[in-house]
């Protein structure tokens, strides 16, 4: 037992705290950033996953209210997130790092935030994507109750976009060898009774979580190492999956404990986040597909009596379905699933989820609708597409009631509607084909009487232009001859140029001749 104060409490303008990263802890953060009331239910348990160690919240229990005393799960969370803790204090006092922060006292708080916030704008990403990851940070805050939950999902999306922000690699919590050891171990004692021999048992809860957490936070390196040889941690983790489920089977049979039951239905849910995680990775995604019965293993996980790990499968198959060869295997999952559950067709029960009406289903039903429009937009062909938009609709899908149910205008309601719209805009319709049909009969009408009116215009144009040539030949004729008569004319003119100037020297000289002639006639006269 540990008792604690109730943490958080008062209102809040920041929420940068809920981080993955450990390196985020400040002792001073309790006072300025920790006061938001949507997240004033936040147990020790829940501030120890989110990546905080306990001098975090020690710091953060002295500027909350008294509150009721609270249990920890097994200390599964007392060594997660002790690390060094030099590069927290750094973070603190340094002011060149790039998201440190001042202690309350300093007067530079405020200059730290403003420079936080420039970076985290500067950073933003597509609001789906935010809204991706958000719900993958919640995924490893557990355990979370359903007020905490509900209090976080109703964050303003300028407090999600912030908690997505500083979200960081960080170095794995444990080696890979310490997981595929202890998944190794615990498939080993399994199969020598063909289920668990000691129920109480919360080792592999312990030992996923954990796992869960490295996969999604840890640097690339643990994720690369854990999923390729030797370790090949995805077979690792489908074996311990189909291990869970018969678990379940045999406690639903032997009527288990409900406390026993609830721990192993969430066994099966961080396992399946633990492969949600590794087939983000394409060499994950493929040890996944070519896995002997990963793929109907994991899509009979949507029978599961635990919403999340439906939710979690669907994320899975839709992962995979990226993948022209995972999305035939998908396809044929869910024959296989309509075989063994004598489904009418295939989807029938998933399709029956869907449309389970409640605000609670709103993410799951958002998640559903992607799935199903991944599927769509991986068909290798139009008439795939007709045949599955036909089995959806026999199945009971129906976007358009499913919309008039969405209500509110949160982040989640908005998701869904966008996934009904996408919907909309690949799903191929009789009505549609045949507007589009008319409207193309009618266009094709109208351009064909265009057709004939230009054809008779062309026609004019042609005319004219013939015209307009022959004209043009006549003209270039006449200028011709045109041209020959000015060439005569100017050898005319010069002739008589010369001439003139023939004429003019003879002048000259009979005016000479005329001069000696009188001279002489003068002196004879004498």
Known sequence: MLKKKNILGKSATDMSWIVDSPSREASHIGKKMIESPQISRLNHSGMMNMGFSHNAYDAFKKTGSDGDDLSIDDGINADITQEPHDNDSKSQTDPSSPRSTSSPQDSGLDDGQDSIQAEFDALRIDRKEMMKKFEEHMEVMWPLSENEEHDLRSLPAEEKWKIVFNQVPRKSLLPVDYYITGLVKFLESSAKKGTRKDKKDSTLAALLRKLKMDLKMALKEFLDNFLKEPYCGMDLLVSTLRQIQLDIKVNINKKTKKEIHKRILYEEWDCLLCIKYGAKSQYGTQRLIHSLSGINLITSCLMSNFTKSRHTTLEILTL???????????????????????????????????????????????????????LLSKTSNLNARVYLQHE??????????????????????????????????????IEDLQKDITSMEDRNTVLREELFANEGKIKRFENERNEAVSRQKQLQTQSELYKAKLDTVQRSAESYTQLEEIYEKHRLRAEGLEVKVGKLEKKNSK
């Not at 029960?349 to 992607?370: D, K, N, P, W, Y």
């Not at 008039?404 to 966008?418: D, M, P």
């Open 392 to 429: 959806l609709h026999l199945a009971g899908f129906d976007p358009t009631e499913l919309e008039q149910h969405v209500t509110g205008n949160g982040e989640e309601t908005e998701a869904l509607r966008q996934e009904l719209a996408e919907w909309r805009r690949n799903v191929i319709t």
């Open 320 to 374: 995979i379905c990226e993948d022209q060869e995972g999305y035939q295997k998908t396809i044929d999952a869910f024959a296989y699933l309509r075989l063994q559950y004598g489904e009418s067709v295939r989807f029938k029960v998933l399709v029956g989820m869907l449309h389970s009406e409640g605000t609670a289903h709103i993410h799951f039903q958002t998640v559903c609708v992607r799935f199903f429009n991944t």
